[in-house]
């Protein structure tokens, strides 16, 4: 049974930072975070792959960072200069295989596992 469990979510004011992390129980080629809003199409926010390519959207770019440990199946984002229109909840992806070697964050419908998320509100 593919479960994916994410953590870290919170409050926080503009200019503060947060640590997500989402544990998998079991290994996958690429995973990623995503961000949906009520109301709104979900996101993709970064992705990195076993091959440690990774990919961002570009508003979080330079103040995000994703990196996992494979040996532990985890996956974190550090969030920092976090910015009210970041809130969201944030959820864990995963797929078995890249697309090309990478996992681009517009291709977020290609998610093959999905967890259930975590709220981060910034305010």
């Known amino acids: 049974h593919v479960q994916l469990v994410e953590s870290g979510g919170g409050s926080v004011q503009p200019g503060g930072a947060l640590r997500l992390s989402c544990e998998a129980s079991v290994s996958f080629v690429c995973m990623g975070w995503f961000r949906q809003v009520l109301g709104k199409e979900r996101e993709g926010v970064a992705t990195i792959c076993r091959n440690g390519r990774t990919d961002y959207l570009d508003s979080v770019n330079g103040r995000f960072i994703i990196s996992k440990d494979d040996a532990k199946r985890s996956l974190y984002l550090e969030m920092t200069g976090l910015k009210p229109e970041d809130t969201a909840t944030y959820l864990c992806?995963?797929?078995?295989?890249?697309?090309?070697?990478?996992?681009?964050?517009?291709?977020?419908?290609?998610?093959?596992?999905w967890g259930q998320g975590t709220q981060v509100t910034v305010s």
């Open positions: 992806a995963a797929r078995r295989q890249g697309l090309g070697g990478t996992w681009p964050v517009r291709r977020w419908t290609e998610g093959m596992y």
